[in-house]
Nanobody, 115 residues
């Protein structure tokens, strides 16, 4: 059974840092794309950062220079290092894995940045 498990969210003050992680288990297929999406209350789910199998990355303009996405292919894990957080970063963050043409989503983890 394929499972996607996220961890690392929480409450942090403005200027603080958090690292999110997400792992997929129960599959033997190689994972193509990995990414993180954020969804603020009443808003749509938007791409925050993505990383290809070869390590190419792309970021939302609002997080460039503050967030870093990385992956460990051996562990089927994707990470999101977040620094210089501000209240506008408050959202539920979802990880996404793409493999064999299918998308797998995490359950979401809340990140709240207090002012």
């Amino acid at each position: 059974q394929v499972q996607v498990v996220e961890s690392g969210g929480g409450l942090v003050q403005t200027g603080g840092s958090l690292t999110l992680s997400c792992v997929v288990s129960g599959t033997t297929f190689s994972i193509d794309g990995m990414g993180w999406y954020g969804q603020a209350p009443g808003q749509q789910r938007d791409l925050v950062a993505a990383i290809g199998r070869g390590g190419s990355t792309r970021y939302a303009e609002s997080v460039k220079g503050r967030f870093t996405i990385s992956r460990d292919n051996a562990k089927n894990t994707v990470y999101l290092q977040m620094s210089a957080l501000n209240p506008e970063d408050t959202a539920v963050y979802f990880c996404r894995f793409t493999l064999q043409g299918y998308d797998l989503w995490g359950q979401g983890t809340q990140v709240t940045v207090s002012s």
